[in-house]
């Protein structure tokens, strides 16, 4: 199965660059799409660089000589997409202004209405879909937690819609997307002040780096 993240051109001069290139090219896997949509809502810094994805993509149409079928405005496209079918069923009008409306139709229910479940001390987790290798998971990290440390066999996004954490690279806040993928090792931390709710789409699972999971590993033969 394609990766979530597909196309990565090699030229890409930010990570992300490809993910949002993807995004509009129409090639990304729909849970991936719905998460790259709610970063685009809650944060203005990638909008300009979409927005002249788009232009260039609609002049390379108007460019081609041969007759095109009729071309449906993006806008339209997105709507019919949120009232139903590429995500799933149907889901009621949003009522969480933390949840932006592509996410809030994964689960039909504000976040602190989710179906929590404790995965680990500090974290609960409810996962939306996992099929074909591809896991869509909302994480509530508690705050001034550490998260296991660890690497990735393929590639994952984490959009952050409450509270923040950092890694070895950076803070991210609201509206940020983290993307890591096998030459990535790190170990999230939540801040201080308030737990963390994120939303994270990937391809393949997480690998577990960190000395306590070693020594599970040895006892237990995984």
């Known amino acids: 199965m394609a990766s979530p993240f597909s196309p990565t051109p090699e030229d890409a001069s930010r990570p992300i660059d490809a993910v949002l290139a993807g995004y509009v090219a129409g090639a990304l896997e729909p849970h991936m799409h719905a998460l790259i949509t709610a970063h685009l809502m809650l944060s203005d810094e990638n909008r300009g660089f979409v927005r002249a994805l788009e232009a260039e993509a609609g002049a390379a149409l108007d460019r081609i000589d041969a007759p095109l079928p009729q071309r449906v405005p993006r806008d339209h496209v997105l709507s019919a997409i949120y009232a139903g079918g590429y ?18 139709r994964l689960v039909g229910k504000p976040l602190d209405q989710l179906p929590w479940k404790r995965k680990l001390p500090g974290l609960k987790e409810c996962k939306v879909y996992d099929k074909g290798g591809v896991e869509a998971v909302f994480y509530h990290i508690s705050a001034g937690s550490r998260m296991p440390k660890h690497t990735h066999a393929g590639s994952e996004a984490t959009l952050v819609l409450r509270g923040a954490f950092h890694d070895e690279r950076d803070l991210y806040r609201r509206g940020d997307v983290a993307l890591a993928d096998g030459f990535v ?15 994270a789409v990937t391809d393949a699972p997480l690998k577990m780096t960190g000395a306590v999971w070693s020594v599970l590993q040895k006892l237990f033969g995984k």
């Open 185 to 199: 090792e790190h170990r999230p931390t939540t801040s201080r002040d308030e737990d963390c709710v994120c939303f």
């Open 87 to 104: 995500y799933g069923t149907g889901r009621p009008a949003q009522h969480d202004p933390e949840l932006p409306s592509p996410l809030f």
